[in-house]
């Protein structure tokens, strides 16, 4: 059972380009989150998803970013005309429900670099 | 709102000796709490939780930690520091069980021989 997938794992855009990240979650597993690590700062949330729903985004900024969970494919995590400040990890978890006895399972990360 | 101090960014210990990192929490509902450790360019693995059971919690990896209440903190311990140990440790906290975890910033933990 593979784990959390998310690709690419490093990305690299100039000032003013989109990015693309993709986060494939646990089989089995619907619930999605995204968290943004800057550097020498811990874990931010950003946003948590189901299918096709969208259940708290309060983390994200309210501009240029934006996150989707299709019935079909995987998480995407979109950031329009980045700027050098996006440059951060970005980490998407996924777990089968919410609660205390369901934990969240962590992807690698993708490393984002504006230049 | 919630928040998570580590008192920390760096503990260095030598190989067999006591592992203490620490953490101190905020939160205006009962919380749950975690320990996550990340390894270099790897995700997080979660050490263990604690969720209003047993106050002392055991991990994995032969990490525990204790929840205190009247001292708002929840740290990491282990008795024997590993080379393997190695890596950094994060603490975080959340009312709304797994969904929006609020993060420490970390405190690396460096493993001499």
């Known amino acids: 059972n593979a784990g959390v997938m998310q690709n690419p794992r490093h990305l690299v855009r100039r000032r003013g380009q989109e990015a693309r990240l993709r986060c494939s979650p646990m089989k089995g597993h619907s619930h999605v989150y995204w968290y943004r690590q800057l550097p020498e700062e811990g874990l931010k949330f950003m946003v948590y998803?189901?299918?096709?729903?969208?259940?708290?985004e309060s983390g994200m900024p309210k501009e240029r970013f934006s996150a989707e969970f299709p019935k079909e494919g995987p998480s995407i995590l979109r950031i329009q005309q980045v700027v050098r400040g996006d440059s951060a990890a970005y980490f998407c978890?996924?777990?089968?429900?919410?609660?205390?006895?369901?934990?969240?399972?962590f992807g690698q990360g993708t490393r984002l670099t504006v230049v | 709102a919630q928040s998570v101090t580590q008192l920390g960014s760096h503990v260095s210990v030598s190989e067999g000796a006591l592992v203490l990192l620490r953490c101190n929490y905020s939160s205006s509902v009962p919380p749950y709490l975690f320990w996550y450790v990340q390894y270099p360019n790897q995700g997080l693995q979660l050490l263990l939780k604690y969720t209003s059971a047993a106050t002392l919690v055991k991990g994995i990896n032969g990490f525990e930690a204790e929840f205190k209440k009247s001292e708002t903190s929840f740290h990491l311990t282990k008795p024997s520091a590993h080379m393997s140990d190695a890596a950094e440790y994060f603490c975080?906290?959340?009312?709304?069980?797994?969904?929006?975890?609020?993060f420490g910033k970390g405190t690396m933990l460096l493993v001499s021989p």
């Open positions: 998803l189901q299918k096709e729903n969208i259940i708290d």
């Open positions: 975080a906290v959340s009312d709304k069980g797994y969904s929006t975890l609020t």
């Open positions: 978890a996924s777990s089968l429900g919410q609660g205390e006895n369901t934990e969240a399972f």
